[in-house]
Antibody
Framework: QVQLVQSGAEVKKPGSSVKVSCKAS????????INWVRQAPGQGLEWMGR????????NYAQKFRGRVTITADKSTSTAYMELSSLRSEDTAVYYC??????????WGKGTTVTVSS | DIQMTQSPSSLSASVGDRVTITCRAS??????LAWHQQKPGKAPNLLLYAASSLESGVPSRFSGSGSGTDYTLTISSLQPEDFATYYCQQYYSTPWTFGQGTKVEIK
């Protein structure tokens, strides 16, 4: 059974960037997409974008376009999400999640990103 | 973007109760709907997909129904481990969107 192992917590200054990794353990991405979903403290779930390995391309939610870059390295079965121009509102738990048709069936445990001066 | 609206936003129930949560999409989504359960401090966990298909390993007390724009998650007999927040998610068209969540609390 594939597990998604995410990198550790980050503390960043406003205006900087953060890059979070997500490694598929016990398998590969295969034909699944890797999605990134974030959750601000006490808030709901928000989809940021996804990487489609078979097309080697990403697509993003309009809200994050221009600030987020999602990539993947098939050789290591690792996906990355980089968010730039960080502001305090970006403080959240960032999850990666595998999806086939579109529903997310395997989730990483989450990476806490704190943006603070 | 497709807006997903859940109701209620929270509810209190007792062990053994039947619980129903509804999710309405701003346009038809052709059963492209999933339900996720999230416990405090944990990642979400997939319960159902395609509106009514139970994910492997999920107890049969969870069921889903609906069509078009209106969908329902039912827990037939609430268990202590079911106290959590539940989210619907549409995957009919990107951006995938979630409902705001329904928190199920102990009465």
């Amino acid at each position: 059974q594939v597990q998604l192992v995410q990198s550790g917590a980050e503390v960043k200054k406003p205006g900087s960037s953060v890059k979070v990794s997500c490694k598929a353990s016990g398998g590969t991405f295969g034909s699944y997409t890797i999605n990134w979903v974030r959750q601000a403290p006490g808030q709901g779930l928000e989809w940021m974008g996804r990487f489609i390995p078979v097309l080697e391309m990403a697509n993003y939610a309009q809200k994050f376009r221009g600030r987020v870059t999602i990539t993947a390295d098939k050789s290591t079965s690792t996906a990355y999400m980089e968010l730039s121009s960080l502001r305090s509102e970006d403080t959240a738990v960032y999850y990666c999640a595998r999806a086939g048709v579109g529903y997310m069936d395997v989730w990483g445990k989450g990476t806490t990103v704190t943006v603070s001066s | 973007d497709i807006q997903m609206t859940q109701s209620p936003s929270s509810l209190s129930a007792s062990v053994g109760d039947r619980v129903t949560i509804t999710c309405r999409a701003s346009q038809g989504i052709s059963n492209s709907l999933a339900w996720h359960q999230q416990k405090p401090g944990k990642a979400p966990n997939l319960l159902l997909y395609a509106a009514s298909s139970l994910e492997s390993g999920v107890p049969s007390r969870f069921s889903g129904s609906g069509s078009g724009t209106d969908y329902t998650l039912t827990i037939s007999s609430l268990q202590p481990e079911d106290f959590a927040t539940y989210y619907c998610q549409q995957y009919y068209s990107t951006p995938w969107t979630f409902g705001q969540g329904t928190k199920v609390e102990i009465k």
